[in-house]
């Protein structure tokens, strides 16, 4: 018998709640600061407010760029070349996701990424970087025949993918990683 867990929006809730709780504290603090040095009185509310509003990008843009960082120290460790990543006209390159559902409603999903994945000098693969969050693509046979028939354990789809899919793709082999796909 399976066991069942948590919800995504409860363990999405539960993901933000750090965030929140550090916004509190820090809202506290700088109200305390202002009133302490400065003689200002500043209401919590409204620097809460303000951290709210700010933190979400400014989080998400610094964890973007650690993650870039640590990435590319590794990829330098292991001698390794990054992925290209394709930079889009807007933040967290949004206008590929709106691309994409136009090209689904016009035509078929994934029919824009061709222009991606081999304008510009690109290899056939790229990272798509979307919602600052790698996301590579490649429609090149030979890796992806190598990926799925000679290396497959060392392209794992990854439990973020498996959790996405799992309502569609259930845990049979479409959606199974090492042991479980052979």
């Not at 025949?145 to 973020?160: A, H, Q, S």
Request: positive net charge; aromatic residues 12%.
């Amino acid at each position: 018998m399976s066991r069942l867990g948590p919800t995504p929006g409860f363990r999405f809730i539960f993901h933000l709640v750090p965030y929140f709780v550090t916004a509190l504290i820090v809202a506290h603090l700088l109200a305390f600061y202002a009133r302490d040095k400065f003689d200002v009185q500043i209401p919590k509310a409204s620097v809460l407010g303000l951290l709210l509003l700010l933190g979400a990008p400014t989080w998400t843009g610094l964890r973007a760029r650690w993650v870039k960082l640590v990435q590319a120290r590794n990829a330098a460790r292991l001698g390794a070349q990054a992925i290209p990543c394709i930079k889009g006209r807007w933040p967290g390159n949004l206008d590929f996701l709106i691309r994409f559902r136009e090209d689904w409603k016009t035509g078929y999903l994934g029919q824009g990424w061709r222009e991606f994945l081999h304008g510009d000098g690109a290899t056939g693969v790229a990272n798509l970087y979307m919602l600052w969050d790698d996301t590579i693509a490649t429609d090149d046979p030979d890796l992806i025949k190598t990926i799925l028939t000679k290396d497959f354990p060392n392209f794992p789809k990854g439990e973020r993918l498996r959790e996405a899919m799992n309502s569609v793709l259930g845990s049979g082999v479409f959606n199974a990683d090492d042991d479980v796909w052979r």
